[in-house]
C-alpha cells in the first residue's frame, strides 16, 4: 500500500521558514521522481518543485525560485522542501506526489501571516 505522509506545515511569518517533509512507503521510493504541488484558497493546484529520482535533477516553478530548495534522502525514503523568505502568497496545501501510480499525499497547511 503506497502512503505519502507530509509534515512541517504550520503558521510562519513572513521572511521566515519552514521545513516540509513527505515519508514514503509501499513503493522502491528510490526509483521514482517526487514533486511537491500546492493549492492555495480559491487557486488551481500547481508544481511547486520536482527532483528526479537521484536527486540530481531539480526543477522549480518561477514564484519560489531562489527561495525553496527540493531535496530528497533515498535511505529515509523522504523527500523534503525547504522554504525560506516566506511570502503571504505562499500560503496553501502543500501536497507531496510520487511517479509512482501518480500517487499522493493527504497535504499539510502553510499559511504565513503575521
Known amino acids: 500500500q503506497v502512503q505519502l505522509v507530509e509534515s512541517g506545515g504550520g503558521l510562519a511569518q513572513p521572511g521566515g521558514s519552514l521545513r516540509l517533509s513527505c515519508a514514503a512507503s509501499?513503493?522502491?521510493?528510490?526509483?521514482?521522481?517526487m514533486s511537491w504541488y500546492r493549492r492555495a484558497p480559491g487557486k488551481e493546484r500547481e508544481l511547486v518543485a520536482g527532483?528526479?529520482?537521484?536527486?540530481?535533477?531539480?526543477n522549480y516553478a518561477d514564484s519560489v525560485k531562489g527561495r525553496f530548495t527540493i531535496s530528497r534522502d533515498n535511505t529515509k525514503n523522504t523527500v523534503y522542501l525547504q522554504m525560506n523568505s516566506l511570502k503571504p502568497e505562499d500560503t496553501a496545501v502543500y501536497y507531496c506526489?510520487?511517479?509512482?501510480?501518480?500517487?499522493w499525499g493527504q497535504g499539510t497547511q502553510v499559511t504565513v501571516s503575521s
Open positions: 527532483i528526479s529520482s537521484t536527486g540530481d535533477i531539480t
Open positions: 509501499g513503493f522502491m521510493f528510490w526509483r521514482y521522481a
Open positions: 506526489w510520487s511517479l509512482y501510480r501518480d500517487s
